[in-house]
């Protein structure tokens, strides 16, 4: 899969391994390897079955989608495309997204 960034600075820090280790601490290898299994993923229907429980977000974050790092630490990412594919029911066709652009690395359960 495709991967992007919604920003230079984020993907200066998650792509060096230095920027993000210094971020990250002991977290850095983590992301790092989400970020290789989503590039490493043909389509985002495969992140269904990988480590790191892939989901939508809901709410203000609809549209959105997040995989686990560690405890409630989320790396935040949407389909590139605009608008996302969408399935008869109108939902996210995940066989159909082929790049994303990552957001952010948060714990949103606190917003």
Same mark, same amino acid.
């Given at each position: 899969?495709?991967? *992007?960034?919604?920003?230079?600075?984020?993907?200066?820090?998650?792509?060096? *391994?230095?920027?993000?280790?210094?971020?990250?601490?002991?977290?850095?290898?983590?992301?790092?390897?989400?970020?290789?299994?989503?590039?490493?993923?043909?389509?985002?229907?495969?992140?269904?079955?990988?480590?790191?429980?892939? *989901?939508?977000?809901?709410?203000?974050?609809?549209?959105?989608?997040?995989?686990?790092?560690?405890?409630?630490?989320?790396?935040?990412?949407?389909?590139?495309?605009?608008?996302?594919?969408?399935?008869?029911?109108?939902?996210?066709?995940?066989?159909?997204?082929?790049?994303?652009?990552?957001?952010?690395?948060?714990?949103? *359960?606190?917003?």
């Amino acid at each position: 899969m495709e991967v *992007h960034f919604a920003t230079k600075k984020l993907a200066d820090t998650l792509t060096q *391994h230095k920027r993000r280790v210094r971020e990250y601490g002991d977290l850095a290898e983590k992301i790092h390897r989400r970020i290789l299994e989503l590039m490493a993923a043909d389509t985002l229907e495969v992140m269904r079955y990988a480590p790191g429980r892939c *989901h939508e977000l809901k709410g203000d974050r609809a549209g959105q989608l997040a995989v686990s790092i560690t405890g409630n630490l989320r790396l935040v990412f949407r389909p590139r495309d605009e608008p996302p594919p969408t399935k008869d029911d109108g939902g996210l066709d995940w066989t159909a997204v082929t790049a994303i652009t990552i957001l952010e690395v948060t714990d949103y *359960h606190g917003d």
